[in-house]
C-alpha cells in the first residue's frame, strides 16, 4: 500500500462524453453505447478541489487518456492543463485523443501547455472511420497541423486491423511529412471474448443492427501473439495469472515515472 505522499503519477480521466463511437471501446456494445452510462465531466473548479496546489506540487506526470470518453471534448481541459503546470512547471503533462474536434486555436493553445499529444489515428482517409466511427479525417489532419504547427509534440497511434494494415508504411511516411515525433503501431487484444480469440467483431449501429465486421489483421507481425498464447485457452490463462509475478510500477517508490 502506498501513502497519498508518495503519489508521484495521475491518470486523470475528466469526462465520460465522447465525439467518437469505436466498437471496441469500453463505453458500449460493439458500437451501441450504454444507456447506463452517465455523460458527464469535470470542470476546473473540481480539479481545483480534488487536486489542491500542494498535491500537485508533488507529481512528477498527469495524462488525460479516455477509457470512457476523449478530453477534447470536455469544456475545460485546456484550462486544467494549464492549472497543473501553474502549479508544477516541471511535470510532464499529456493526453490522447482522436483529435477529430475543436478549432485550431485550441490545439495551438494546447500545444503551449503539454508535453504531448498522442493521437488515435488507425487509418488513412478512407479507413480510419471504420474504427474511429464519427471521427472526420479533414478534421484529425486540421488538427494535427494546428497542434505541430505551434510547437507541439504529438505521437500518432495506430490500431491495425485487417482493414487497415496495408497502410501502415503509408501512414508511417505520412508521420514524418506532418512532423509527428513518433508513430506508434498498436497491437489490439481485443478480439479475446470469453478467453477465446474471435477473427471478427461485429459493428452494430445505435438501434443494436449489425452494420459490418472488424477483422484481425493477417499479418502475425501485426497480431498481439503474447497476448493471444497466454489467454486463447482458460486453464492457460488461470495459470498465468496464478503464478505471473507481479511488478508493480507504484511499489518501487515515488519518482520513477519517465
Known sequence: MYKYSDIRKVHLEITSKCNANCPQCSRNFFGKPFDSLPLTELTLDDIKRVFPEDFVRQLKVMFMSGTYGDAMVARDTVEVFEYFRACNPSMRLGMHTNGSGRKPEWWERLAAVVDYCAFGIDGLADTNHLYRRGTKWDKVMESVKAFIGAGGHADWHYIVFRHNEHQVEEARELARELGFREFCVKRTGRFLKA???????????RE?????????????????????????DRDTAE????????????????????
Not at 195 to 205: A, Y
Open 208 to 232: 443494436g443492427q449489425l452494420e459490418y465486421l472488424l477483422e484481425m489483421p493477417t499479418s502475425s507481425q501485426y497480431r498481439n501473439q503474447n497476448f493471444m498464447e497466454v489467454y486463447v
Open 239 to 258: 495459470s498465468h495469472l496464478a503464478e505471473t509475478e507481479i511488478n508493480c510500477k507504484v511499489s518501487r517508490g515515488p519518482g520513477r515515472f519517465t
Open 195 to 205: 478467453w477465446k480469440e474471435t477473427p471478427f467483431s461485429p459493428v452494430l449501429d
